[in-house]
């Protein structure tokens, strides 16, 4: 079945082609690491998480590329502003070599909490400095930069299709120059421009050395420089949240396209923003809300995972949290509900034994229904709904390895009437019997079991109990 995915370079929906059969090359943009993830930060790696499974399931090979950016991103996308590491260093009096390995551990450990695969590759931007620089030297040597008291620019008049993978409104806001105009180089040629090399911050802490002085790589040169070396001058899937779509990621294209004269990228997705109340949740805007602070107030990861799951990655995601008196826990509507709904999923799937879709062509229609959904741009909110309709916990399963709700552990065959704490134990002993294989014993318990009025019988999940 044929897989169609949005693409934000041509704005239309096409049918996926990998460039090596079978193989997907994909890179997503890290999270910085100045601070815990927020939620909204999640639903974007959620959506990665998805589409990677998607291309999983349909049976490709993929390799997922993630940057984790440890230096380079100012406090404005546009270069302006302060690094955001050396702010959260002040901030946390450590340095920001610190900052920077406690938030990235926290991180993978927020992946681990959602369910979120961890992507192959987890590339630090500190450690490709070089290619960077590499990546610097090859746009100076072709003519497309030049030099300032503030460092190497990209001097985006030479890039003849700059911009092409903005809204043209936004293209021609940002060549015009209504961009923030806060800090900026005096010595800047046009708006857009953007820089490669920091080299006059004397007061940063992490410095290398370079042809244009003692400073620190641009942001946006990072993600060039470490997907192309992992994934090839050209490779098939990039993605971030939309934010990216104006400045980072538009100027990932024209450094990696002026250097190497290949097309950088197929396929550009971008995921839409989770909205707090009505305003964009940033991890600069003061209290954010983490994963944690969703376990403390006493819900499931995978409650948040499953309510991403109901929103289409290209449309926002209105998100209400009241915050308790403690400040540390809270409350989300929507959450009660998806983490009551995923309750009641787990109790369906663990019975496996009234599955309505019994049938073979039954099944099977119902599956290529699921899957037509989901490989229509990963249509999951249509996908579940239907997943919910038909209600087979076989079927359920089936797509668990999109899903990522872990029906495997969670959702084991359960007694079906809460069996009384004698009757439990007997069950217990025998499990311990049928282990060590004295099947005697085994059968001796089960008909203690009998006469008690409970009938055990074994499932691969385990035994099962129900009322004689
Ligand atoms: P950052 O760590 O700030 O570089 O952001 C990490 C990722 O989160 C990027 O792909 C952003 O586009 C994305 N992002 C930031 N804020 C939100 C939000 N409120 N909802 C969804 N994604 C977001
Ligand atoms: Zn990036």
Request: proline share 5%.
């Amino acid at each position: 079945m044929d897989l169609t995915l949005y693409n934000t370079l041509t704005k239309t929906k096409e049918t996926f082609e990998p460039m090596t059969p079978g193989r997907v090359g994909m890179y997503t943009c890290g999270p910085t690491v100045y601070n815990y993830a927020h939620i909204g930060n999640l639903r974007t790696f959620l959506f990665e998480d998805l589409l990677a499974r998607t291309l999983r399931f349909n049976g490709y090979d993929v390799t997922h590329v993630m940057n984790i950016t440890d230096v380079g991103h100012m406090t404005s996308d546009a270069d302006a502003g302060e690094d955001k590491m050396e702010t959260a260093a002040r901030r946390e009096n450590k340095d920001p070599w610190q900052i920077a390995r406690f938030y990235e551990a926290a991180f993978v450990r927020d992946l681990e909490r959602l369910n979120i695969r961890r992507p192959d590759v987890l590339p630090r931007a500190t450690e490709h400095v070089e290619e960077m620089i590499a990546l610097n030297r090859q746009l100076e040597e072709k003519g497309f930069t030049y030099q300032t008291r503030e460092g190497l620019y990209f001097d985006t008049s030479k890039d003849d299709d700059y911009g092409k993978l903005m809204p043209r409104l936004d293209r021609d806001n940002q060549l015009v120059g209504a961009r923030e105009a806060v800090n900026v180089d005096p010595e800047k040629r046009h708006p857009g421009d953007f820089v490669l090399w920091f080299g006059n911050k004397p007061g940063h802490i992490m410095q290398w050395e370079s042809p244009w002085g003692v400073g620190y790589p641009g942001w946006h040169i990072e993600c060039s420089a470490m997907s192309m070396k992992y994934l090839g001058e050209t490779f098939d899937i990039h993605c971030g949240g939309i934010d990216h779509i104006p400045v980072h990621n538009t100027n990932e294209i024209a450094q990696s396209e002026s250097a190497t004269d290949k097309p950088f990228v197929r396929y550009w997705m971008h995921a839409a923003f989770l909205n707090l109340g009505t305003k964009k949740m940033a991890k600069s805007a003061g209290s954010i809300l983490t994963v944690q602070a969703l376990i403390d107030s006493g819900y499931d990861p995978l409650a948040y995972r499953y309510l991403c799951l109901q929103a289409h990655y290209r449309s926002p995601l209105e998100f209400r949290w009241t915050w308790n008196e403690d400040g540390k826990t809270g409350r989300a509507q929507s959450l009660d509900t998806a983490q009551a709904t995923l309750q009641r999923l787990y109790e369906r799937v663990s019975h496996a034994e009234d599955d309505p879709l019994a049938n073979e062509t039954a099944y099977t229609q119902a599956y290529n229904e699921v899957l037509g959904y989901l490989n229509d741009d990963i249509a999951l909110p249509q996908a579940v709904a239907t997943l919910h309709t038909y209600n087979s916990p076989r079927l359920w399963r089936a797509f668990d390895p999109v899903l990522g709700l872990d029906f495997e552990s969670r959702a084991k065959p359960r007694v079906e009437e809460a069996a009384p704490e004698d009757v439990l134990a007997l069950v217990e002993q025998r499990e311990q019997a049928r282990k060590a294989k004295d099947f005697a014993r085994a059968d001796a318990l089960r008909k203690e079991v009998a006469a008690l009025g409970w009938e055990v019988a074994d499932s691969p999940q385990g035994p099962t109990l129900k009322r004689r």
